[in-house]
């Protein structure tokens, strides 16, 4: 009994200390068909690790990725915007609003080089973060 209370006791701190270090909200717009978007979210769950981000529950990160094969070549010519926004409230409204914001563009040929930008554009609106 003593060995699954303490078992019970480790599980919840571990579980304690997850929910704080590095837990936040990713809202994502994918028009992109190199990514899905578990891999969208876990790129920035990874950019967020990488940096030590830690946002409070009313904070979101979120990141857009849209891409389009090139006609002239077998590339794919791509857009990431990443932002760090705000939940606030306007009277009867809430809404997002953005607090840091970014955008990279290029070409890539597949989906793997495309989640690398996808993680430097978000660890690069982590550096603004206010």
């Not at 002239?72 to 997002?96: C, H, L, M, P, T």
């Not at 989906?111 to 996808?118: D, I, K, M, Q, T």
């Amino acid at each position: 009994m003593r060995i699954i209370r303490t078992i019970g006791l480790v599980a919840a701190a571990v579980a304690v200390h997850a929910a704080q270090a590095g837990t936040y909200t990713v809202l994502q717009d994918n028009d992109c068909r190199l990514l899905q978007a578990g891999d969208i979210a876990q790129a920035v769950q990874q950019a967020g690790k990488d940096t030590g981000l830690q946002l409070t529950k009313d904070m979101a990160v979120r990141a857009e990725v849209q891409c389009a094969r090139d006609a002239a070549s077998k590339r794919f010519v791509y857009s990431i915007r990443a932002a760090i926004e705000k939940q606030v409230n306007d009277g009867e409204v809430q809404r997002w609003a953005v607090i840091a914001h970014t955008t990279s563009y290029g070409t890539v040929t597949g989906g793997a080089p495309l989640l690398r930008e996808v993680r430097f554009t978000v660890q690069d609106v982590i550096r603004q973060e206010p």
